[in-house]
């Protein structure tokens, strides 16, 4: 065997591994299409934006973390 094709040789098992042990992926999407099925049974819902938002969260170490939102509603 020649220099060149033990090279090309030992590309070819590095890209094959590589391509054996990838994980596999999928894309992912923001848009929830249960979202429209939740708006039509909502009690309320509001268009806004956040105005202040505090973190409690020295509060209990073992409690969920806790935070106060205020909201300035625009349309209901």
Do not use: Y
Not at 55 to 70: A, H, P, R, W, Y
């Amino acid at each position: 065997m020649t220099i060149e094709m033990k090279t090309v040789l030992r590309i070819s098992i590095v890209v094959g591994l590589l391509t054996i042990s990838a994980s596999i992926v999928q894309a992912c999407s923001c848009a929830d299409p249960r979202q429209r099925a939740k708006f039509r049974v909502a009690d309320v819902v509001f268009l806004g934006e956040i105005t202040d938002h505090v973190s409690f969260d020295e509060i209990n170490k073992d409690s969920q973390l806790v935070q106060s939102v205020s909201f300035a509603v625009k349309r209901q």
